[in-house]
């Protein structure tokens, strides 16, 4: 997907105050749509646009009946096709957000909800909807400074530059439930992350090549730091070697192959078989279909190569970073000072 937002322009903003629910706070909506200047909207624009990529997850709108039942699709579907709906549909998602409000840990916070055009989606101008919610407030100087005196003021409020959730509906793929972008700045994982995306949005993941990769790089990284040293006597630095060569196959390769993969990385039949099994129960568990072939997205081996850690921790004192060949570290035990060791070999100090 092709994204181009330098042109474009903030055509309406309509900003509700949501409570949570479930703590017995309040929803306050806005009467109508909010003014902006042409310099406001555009710092607005490059600060709510600042967050997506083309190259990162895409989600649909989805419901477990039918996709007429999803609210906020339905909302978006009818403010895309006609403009003057907007700021009434926009009430119906602030609404339809306080409802889903109850958990404790939600953060009560401002829902901006944003109409843009000239946004370049394809190679096509279009319009597009975005819903973005601030929830940590911060504190600014207000400095005023004319020709007698300076004065200065505390104030509190959002940084334009850091909302905490965040949602962009493409008006692409519309039949199928749309493309949406989202934000979260908990990651995509955890309680807050989950009453953003499945119960206010209800959307679900796109079987996209980001999709693939990020979900069988992160199975494959369970697979060597939790099941397999339940299996087999694998001490930690074989778990490193792995994890190693399994970001380098994806780093290597432009397309998947997934017998490529087992057979490359793992190499002993035994651990390959007991992977086909993890895989087995992991996709089943998690209600996921993976293909043995895909093409590899970059954006996701970058994203997962954070979390994929070559760190050899030894109590509070050493970390081992080892990005390479594990021959060279060898593991033994002192009987004089009762104390484990590693040997490392190597040619140069730098």
């Given amino acids: 997907m092709q994204l181009n937002f330098q042109e474009a322009t903030l055509k309406k903003l309509s900003v509700h105050y949501i409570g949570n629910k479930g703590n017995g706070q309040d929803m306050i909506a806005s009467k109508k749509p909010f003014q902006l200047g042409e310099d406001e909207g555009k710092l607005l624009c490059d600060a709510f646009f600042a967050r997506f990529n083309a190259g990162g997850e895409k ?11 999803n609210e906020v699709y339905n909302y978006c579907l009818e403010s895309l096709a006609e403009e003057a709906a907007f700021h009434k549909n926009s009430v119906n998602i602030a609404k339809h957000l306080h409802e889903n409000t109850t958990h ?4 009560p916070g401002e829902l901006y909800v944003a109409y843009f055009g000239n946004c370049i989606v394809n190679g096509a101008f279009v319009e597009v909807m975005g819903m973005f919610k601030t929830e940590t407030k911060s504190h ?32 692409t793929n519309a039949e199928n ?8 700045s908990n990651g995509n ?59 380098e196959y994806f780093r290597a390769n432009e397309a998947f192959d997934k017998k490529k993969f087992t057979e490359e990385v793992f190499e002993d039949k035994r651990i390959i078989k007991a992977f086909k099994e993890f895989e087995d ?5 998690n209600e996921i279909d993976l293909p043995d072939r895909f093409d590899i997205s970059t954006q996701a081996v970058k994203k997962q190569n954070r979390v994929f850690k070559s760190v050899l921790k030894l109590d509070k004192n050493f970390h081992v970073y080892i990005h390479g060949d594990k021959s060279l570290i060898e593991r033994g035990y002192d009987e004089k000072t009762g104390k484990k060791f590693y040997k490392i070999y190597y040619d140069e100090e730098n």
């Fill in 104 to 107: 404790p840990k939600v953060k």
């Fill in 177 to 184: 439930g749309f493309d949406v972008l989202i934000y979260d």
């Fill in 59 to 69: 989600y649909s709108f989805s419901h477990g009946a039918s996709l007429n039942y």
């Fill in 189 to 247: 994982r955890g309680e807050e992350a989950q009453f953003w995306r499945e119960s206010f949005l209800g959307v679900v993941p796109q079987a996209t090549e980001y999709y693939h990769t990020n979900q069988f790089l992160g199975m494959a990284k369970e697979f060597i730091t939790a099941q397999l040293p339940q299996e087999y006597d694998i001490e930690k630095t074989g778990q490193i070697d792995l994890l190693n060569k399994s970001m």
């Fill in 140 to 171: 600014f100087l207000d400095t005023q400074v004319d020709a007698k005196d300076t004065e200065l003021t505390m104030r509190t409020g959002a940084d334009i530059g850091k909302f905490d959730k965040a949602a962009l509906v493409l008006p």
């Fill in 281 to 285: 129960n992991f996709t089943e568990m």
